[in-house]
């Protein structure tokens, strides 16, 4: 027998016992049978049932509707409703609850199973879907980089805690809000065109990268990577974006204090984009992805890496990286 409880609020007896049979024959567990809206509450805080067939004409103080109402808010149960009533008022009543679905009587016994196969079916994928989103939101939520994401009018969708503390904003006061409003960027050249970026984003699908930005009225003075992606359905089609935030703030510290603690005439040999490389070599960067970030050849990437070697005197990447925590530099862990 199939496990699904199922509860029956009808307040005729012979009626209920009639659907207790058919839903036995479908091979459903039956957890019980409620005359009201009161023992259907009872019986629902006992047994938990995955969904409940609800007359709307029942005994007691409610009706059907309003005791699917309270078991949608206190538990999230689906209610079929099963009624001989098909007025407008009553189903614009029975709306606001939300129901699986509407079976108006009489029915047929496979008019029933399909109804009740086709509500269970919703919910399995409704907390699919739910327990999806829950696990995304997690992921989301634990990573170090800040992810803002947006639609295609560019309207907050989503900040995590690290987009928030970097923007210096709440996610709540943040949702809805046009993404411009939220964070503004500049670069050694001046204001960055973030419509423009977007642009490329929305308009062509494109990937739009950005090193070494400050967001504008950051008392903190921030410095972060920008990176822009498109989001795409199931279609194809661009649903939105997301934005990521890499903040290097401490990585451009350790750099500076790296510069002070170079001998003059190396410290003065350092041009800025072999700053800009040792940088991300010190993030832990390959080649290929330091290529991409810069927007440099891979072997312009190695050339400055020679170069930096030779300067600071050191015959490899992980020398390198040894020397700085020798100094004190960098934090090991």
Same mark, same amino acid.
């Given at each position: 027998?199939?496990?699904?409880? /199922?509860?029956?609020?009808?307040?005729?007896?012979?009626?209920?016992?009639?659907?207790?049979?058919?839903?036995?024959?479908?091979?459903?567990?039956?957890?019980?049978?409620?005359? @009201?809206?009161?023992?259907?509450?009872?019986?629902?805080?006992?047994?938990?049932?995955? !969904?409940?067939?609800?007359?709307?004409?029942?005994?007691? &103080?409610?009706?059907?509707?309003? *005791?699917?109402?309270?078991?949608?808010?206190?538990?999230? /149960?689906?209610?079929?409703?099963? *009624?001989?009533?098909?007025?407008?008022?009553?189903?614009?009543?029975?709306?606001?609850?939300?129901? @699986?679905?509407?079976?108006?009587?009489?029915? &047929?016994?496979?008019?029933?199973?399909? +109804?009740?196969?086709?509500?269970?079916?919703?919910?399995?994928?409704?907390?699919?879907?739910?327990?999806?989103?829950?696990?995304?939101?997690?992921?989301?939520?634990?990573?170090?980089?800040?992810?803002?994401?947006?639609?295609? %009018?560019? *309207?907050?969708?989503?900040?995590?805690?690290? $987009?928030?503390? !970097? #923007?210096?904003?709440?996610?709540?006061?943040?949702?809805?809000?046009?993404? @411009?409003?939220?964070?503004?960027?500049?670069?050694?050249?001046?204001?960055?065109?973030?419509?423009?970026?977007?642009? %490329?984003?929305?308009?062509?699908?494109?990937?739009?990268?950005?090193?070494?930005?400050?967001?504008?009225?950051?008392?903190?003075?921030?410095?972060?990577?920008?990176?822009?992606?498109?989001?795409?359905?199931?279609?194809?089609?661009?649903?939105?974006? $997301?934005?990521?935030?890499?903040?290097?703030?401490?990585?451009?510290?350790?750099?500076?204090?790296?510069?002070?603690?170079?001998?003059?005439?190396? =410290?003065? !040999?350092?041009?800025?984009?072999?700053?800009?490389?040792?940088?991300?070599?010190?993030?832990?960067? $390959? *080649?290929?992805?330091?290529?991409? +970030?810069?927007?440099?050849?891979?072997?312009?990437?190695?050339?400055?890496?020679?170069?930096?070697?030779?300067? !600071?005197? #050191?015959?490899? #990447?992980?020398?390198?990286?040894? =020397?700085?925590? @020798?100094?004190?530099?960098?934090?090991?862990?």
């Amino acid at each position: 027998m199939n496990s699904t409880g /199922i509860l029956i609020v009808e307040d005729e007896v012979l009626i209920a016992m009639g659907i207790q049979q058919k839903l036995e024959k479908f091979g459903y567990h039956v957890v019980g049978i409620a005359s @009201s809206g009161e023992a259907a509450l009872a019986l629902v805080i006992e047994h938990q049932p995955e !969904l409940i067939l609800m007359d709307i004409v029942i005994e007691g &103080s409610m009706d059907g509707i309003e *005791t699917a109402q309270k078991i949608q808010e206190q538990f999230g /149960i689906p209610v079929i409703f099963l *009624t001989a009533y098909s007025d407008e008022k009553n189903l614009r009543r029975a709306k606001f609850t939300d129901p @699986s679905a509407y079976l108006l009587k009489p029915y &047929s016994e496979r008019e029933l199973e399909i +109804t009740i196969e086709l509500a269970l079916h919703r919910v399995q994928m409704s907390n699919r879907l739910e327990n999806q989103q829950r696990w995304y939101a997690t992921i989301l939520k634990s990573l170090g980089e800040a992810i803002i994401t947006f639609d295609t %009018k560019q *309207t907050v969708l989503y900040m995590n805690p690290a $987009a928030e503390a !970097l #923007v210096n904003r709440q996610m709540i006061g943040s949702l809805g809000k046009e993404l @411009s409003l939220c964070c503004q960027f500049e670069s050694e050249k001046g204001p960055v065109d973030l419509q423009k970026c977007l642009q %490329k984003v929305f308009g062509k699908g494109s990937r739009v990268q950005m090193a070494d930005l400050r967001l504008t009225d950051d008392p903190a003075k921030s410095v972060v990577d920008l990176s822009i992606v498109p989001i795409k359905g199931e279609d194809g089609g661009i649903k939105g974006g $997301a934005m990521v935030l890499h903040d290097k703030t401490e990585t451009k510290r350790l750099l500076k204090k790296l510069d002070r603690h170079l001998e003059p005439d190396s =410290r003065d !040999l350092l041009t800025y984009r072999e700053k800009q490389v040792l940088d991300y070599m010190v993030q832990g960067q $390959a *080649t290929k992805q330091l290529a991409d +970030t810069l927007g440099i050849s891979p072997r312009t990437v190695e050339f400055h890496r020679y170069n930096l070697m030779r300067k !600071l005197q #050191v015959e490899d #990447v992980p020398s390198l990286v040894r =020397r700085a925590l @020798s100094q004190g530099l960098i934090d090991p862990e």
